[in-house]
């Protein structure tokens, strides 16, 4: 179960976006995520008229490393850490370490 999923709310808290907020995008296996709106880089693109893609330079999110982000916690208005739990119907759920609430519902 990872520390992060595809939907959540991060800060960044490490970087040149630091403390800056998104929505998750994508989450890559090796520990990376990709952040709607963060660490926007500029990439030049070849055209391909077989696949209609014109060339030029385009902006586009780059992947962030996880340790870099923080799910963000509405109740404190910070990034927070997350932890695990089972709940009663053995449902592992996870939870913000500052204050027990549970981030999946």
Do not use: C, W
């Amino acid at each position: 179960m990872n520390r992060l999923r595809t939907g959540d709310d991060v800060i960044v808290i490490a970087g040149k976006d630091k403390g800056r907020r998104g929505t998750v995008l994508k989450v890559i296996g090796d520990g990376r995520v990709v952040v709607e709106g963060i660490n926007i880089v500029k990439k030049h693109m070849k055209p391909n008229p077989n696949a209609g893609v014109t060339g030029g330079i385009v902006e586009q999110e780059m992947s962030l490393d996880a340790s870099n982000v923080m799910i963000f916690n509405p109740a404190s208005n910070k990034g927070d850490r997350v932890g695990y739990k089972i709940l009663e119907d053995n449902k592992k759920v996870r939870y913000f370490k500052s204050n027990g609430e549970v981030v999946d519902v």
